[in-house]
């Protein structure tokens, strides 16, 4: 079984100021790693995944996170926001091994970008 | 435009009667959907896994005889909340992909999901 945690359900930032939105997972299987994105009245898009090779993962928007095995994290962040960045951000695991694809989510992250 | 189409989006129902949730794959054949179920402020739960042609697969706790889900093809799943209760109100939402090992470069499509109210 699987579990994500995001402990940050809300987080305000200005525009173009950093941000990290934290995820840590428990898993006693191998996981792949996913942040999905999720813009008001819209359905979850995917915005990266971790599935194996560089522990550092890119968006096309800006954002990366870092698979940290030792850690049990996969923490988004990005350097610059802007306020078309403001949604709800799931961090989300699933089997690595069995090609079950059902996905465990953490609570969720709501990004505030105020100008 | 949308992958994934859920219908309907929003659907408000007396206690006691069933309710049919419909996702659609739009521009491909999805093997396999699932079925999430989102509490106010909460993570998304999976309820069930459906694979085309072949019974659901539903997560411990879910009663499988209240919320029937059928996948009668590689385009639409349903799910229908039966003698629903107040309590079932929720947001439904649906994913649709492929599976298997070699799957993972593929995407999972969200539908924009269903808020169910039932009085």
């Known amino acids: 079984a699987q579990s994500v945690t995001q402990l940050d359900s809300q987080v305000p930032v200005f525009e173009e100021a950093p941000v990290e939105l934290r995820c840590n997972y428990s898993s006693s299987v191998s996981v792949y790693l996913f942040w999905y994105v999720q813009y008001p009245n819209q359905g979850l898009q995917l915005l990266l995944k971790?599935?194996?090779?560089?522990?550092l993962v890119e968006s096309i928007n800006g954002f990366e996170a870092e698979f940290n095995k030792s850690q049990t994290s996969f923490h988004l962040r990005k350097p610059s926001v802007h306020i078309s960045d403001t949604a709800e951000y799931f961090c989300?695991?699933?089997?690595?091994?069995?090609?079950?694809?059902?996905?465990?989510f953490g609570s969720g992250t709501r990004l505030q970008v105020q100008p | 435009g949308a992958v994934v189409s859920q219908h309907p989006s929003w659907v408000i129902c007396k206690s006691g009667t069933s309710v049919k949730i419909e996702c659609r794959s739009l521009d491909f054949q999805a093997t396999t959907m699932f079925w999430y179920r989102q509490f106010p402020k909460q993570s998304l739960m999976l309820m069930a896994t459906?694979?085309?042609?072949?019974?659901?697969?539903?997560e411990q706790g879910v009663e499988k005889d209240k919320f029937l889900i059928n996948h009668a093809s590689l385009t639409l799943s349903t799910l229908t909340v039966t003698s629903a209760h107040p309590e079932d109100s929720s947001f439904y939402i649906c994913?649709?992909?492929?599976?298997?090992?070699?799957?993972?470069?593929?995407?999972?499509?969200f539908g924009n999901g269903t808020r169910l109210t039932v009085t």
């Open positions: 989300a695991v699933s089997e690595r091994d069995t090609g079950r694809r059902a996905l465990t």
């Open positions: 971790y599935l194996s090779g560089s522990t």
């Open positions: 459906s694979n085309e042609g072949s019974k659901a697969t539903y």
């Open positions: 994913s649709a992909g492929l599976s298997g090992l070699d799957s993972y470069n593929s995407p999972l499509h």
